[in-house]
């Protein structure tokens, strides 16, 4: 027997119940993804990193996809202050791409230690800012949250992760900037064992690299899966 399952939803959990369950006793079966379409909407800003602290100003970023200009200018905006030192109130948020970390020079003191702010983003750890001093960030930008997509299907085996068991269908890395089309199409499908005698009901999520939900941001997703007799 070989089934084609489709799953489309805006969700980052897909699921389907099937009734009759789809009976699988008589054989081994194995199970590959053969494509899996959305839009890049992930932000690498949300309500967990987007809080920019200003002096006594905490400024909330929408949640969205950002370059470090982007913040910058948006942050800017917000305050009503330029990027001019000679100003009483200025900003400068500045990539260093050779070393591929932040620069940062404020007239007031930045607060990288509250909560949600942006910090870790711009590669500062939990620290304060203080003004008027050029600061450069301790770590590497992480302007990309997400490297990877690890689709997990509850029906299969086969797979481990840092040597525990677990259930990734698949995963591969995002190759298209954010607005794009997320096309992915194995040019080799791998089939994992079926470990379910009886299908009632498919759940498939959409995990980053440290195994978290990843948010689509209600864009449409479609994945096409094979499943087939191991003979």
Known sequence: MSLTLTLSGN???LTADYFPPIDLSQESYVCGLVDFQTYNSI?????????????ITSIKTPTGS??????EKYVKTELGISNKPSEKKFLQIRPN?????????????????KEKTIGELLGFSKKKLEPKKLHVSDLFVDINKINIIRVECNII????????EAHILHEFSIGVGPGYKIIEVPRNVIY??????RVSSLTIKFL???????????ETITIRLHLKSEK
């Not at 950002?66 to 913040?71: H, Q, R, T, W």
């Not at 994992?192 to 005698?197: A, D, I, R, S």
Request: charged share 25%; glycine share 8%.
């Open 11 to 13: 969700s980052s959990i």
């Open 43 to 55: 932000p690498n800003v949300d309500i967990d990193n987007n809080i920019f602290p200003f002096g």
């Open 66 to 71: 950002y370059e470090i200009s982007d913040i």
């Open 97 to 113: 791409n050779n070393t591929l970390k932040c620069e940062i020079y404020s007239s007031e003191e930045i607060d990288f230690k």
């Open 157 to 164: 085996t086969g797979t481990y992760i840092n040597g525990e």
């Open 192 to 197: 994992l064992p079926v470990t379910f005698k």
């Open 208 to 218: 980053d690299q440290n195994g978290r939900l990843i948010n689509f941001r209600g």
